[in-house]
């Protein structure tokens, strides 16, 4: 069989914000609904041999924490994206975060097949499914999410349909140098701005993706570099609070941090001691990840999908028994997306 995974959320909200001049007569914005219908349409269209599913975010239960944890224990400045709970909503987000029931509620009336899972993010939901399904089916994911790449393998290939283009494990080769399991290893020395995953400071993707190429995984990685560094002079030595603030408060002659986001009582401060005073000659951005080895520990579980969910629905066929085009034409009506009524035959037998 194959198979449809639709990222629900990434889906609406950047239906959201491609069409946030759309609103309906009583000026409710209804880009998110016109945006996900229309692209549904569409998908329904290319892939008319496959089952769908539509996959709705929980919150992270595990990541959040994890995450509070490492914040403790200064790993971390915040929380796992706690930055996007700052500051105010966008109005498309907060009109989605509104409506969302909708929308959600008229798929129901399309015949789409829906899942959400407590304490369980989309992605960790998909995930579970490809595991379950990917070696005997065709597994098309349908988001822009990069987090996706971790699952790409020969049954398994992303749609980005406002790009219009397939991104398969043949892709990300091409474009990092790097297979599906070693790309997370790879973000979590990075890390992860947009949903405040720290990695290793001065780590950019150019020398994050070249390490992992090199050493294969983040475990040779480390093993090779705490090899070399580990008989480094100052690898086992403590600094005094004293010793720490007079390296950890230097900065460069812009004003920056000259050594950003260390904190008194992480390990191998020693190496960071003998780098400053010129008694060791090692790449700084080497000894930088054996100083930040336990936040990258952090980024690598929080970057990483589960996906050993148990007990999912069963989605293998179309939900019929709760089509009802006419609901669905009220719908369309009241947002003002009348434009496809006519399209929308395709969840009906009708092309």
Known sequence: MNFVLIDGNNLAIRSAFANDFMTNSSGVMSGAHYGFFNSLINLKKKFSDHTFL???????????????????KGLI???????????????????????SKHLKNALGKAGVNQVTVDGYEADDVIASYCKMLANDNEVVIVSSDKDFYQLL???????????GRFFGSGDLLDKHGVNSEQYVDACALMGDSSDNIFGVPGWGPKTSFKAIKESGNL???????????????GFDEDLTEEEFNEISEKTTKTGAQLYPEVFWGQKHLGLLKSFDNKKIKV?????????????????????????????????????????DENMLIEYFNYYDIVSLREPIKVFFGER
């Open 283 to 323: 790449n700084k951005k080497d000894m930088m990840a054996v100083i930040f080895k336990e936040r990258v520990d952090l980024a690598l579980s929080l970057k990483r999908m589960d996906d050993d969910i148990e007990g999912l629905p069963d989605f293998s066929t179309e939900n019929c028994n709760s089509k």
């Open 219 to 233: 475990n040779s990685f480390y093993d090779d570099l705490f090899s070399k560094l580990s008989k480094l002079e």
């Open 153 to 163: 393998n020969d049954n398994v290939i992303i749609w980005d349909g406002m790009k």
């Open 77 to 99: 400045r915040q929380a796992y994206k706690q930055n996007r709970r700052e500051g105010e909503i966008p109005a498309q987000l907060s009109a989605w975060f509104e409506t």
């Open 54 to 72: 539509v996959v709705w975010d929980s919150s992270s239960k595990r990541r959040k924490e994890e995450s509070t944890e490492g914040v403790k």
